[in-house]
């Protein structure tokens, strides 16, 4: 069972990385966008709602392979919460953050306001 300051650590990546990362990627695909990155999108022979569906699934990718090298211990990361305590991610995440992260009715399911598949959720366990 994560601890309070793992919840705190997931709330806060779910909705400052992983939500935030969506809403700029959805950005990007407004006509108006001029970035180098929107030109890219756009000249791609896909439509904007194609890409709108790979979005949360690349982003979720990207999140996932961080929280699994911090579960295997390749990138060891500390955490200090609101409180003030330092928590160290692999040994209080205790090697499940990213199935925690991805597992259905995980952490995007309780924490984030964009959109995402649970591929898992006909999975019993």
């Not at 793992?6 to 990385?17: D, S």
């Not at 992260?101 to 995402?116: C, D, H, V």
Request: net charge negative; charged share 25%; glycine share 10%.
């Amino acid at each position: 069972m994560p601890t309070p300051e793992i919840e705190e650590f997931a709330r806060k990546l779910v909705q400052q990385v992983r939500d935030v990362a969506i809403r700029n990627c959805d950005a990007l695909l407004q006509p108006q966008a001029g970035s180098p990155a929107a030109h890219r999108w756009r000249a791609l022979d896909a439509t904007s709602s194609d890409i709108r569906v790979v979005v949360p699934d690349a982003v979720d990718e990207a999140v996932f392979g961080v929280l699994q090298a911090i579960d295997q211990g390749l990138l060891r990361l500390k955490y200090v919460s609101s409180s003030g305590r330092e928590v160290d991610l692999t040994e209080e995440g205790l090697g499940e953050l990213a199935g925690w992260y991805m597992g259905s009715g995980g952490w995007r399911a309780m924490y984030s306001a964009e959109r995402f598949v649970d591929d898992f959720s006909d999975v019993g366990g």
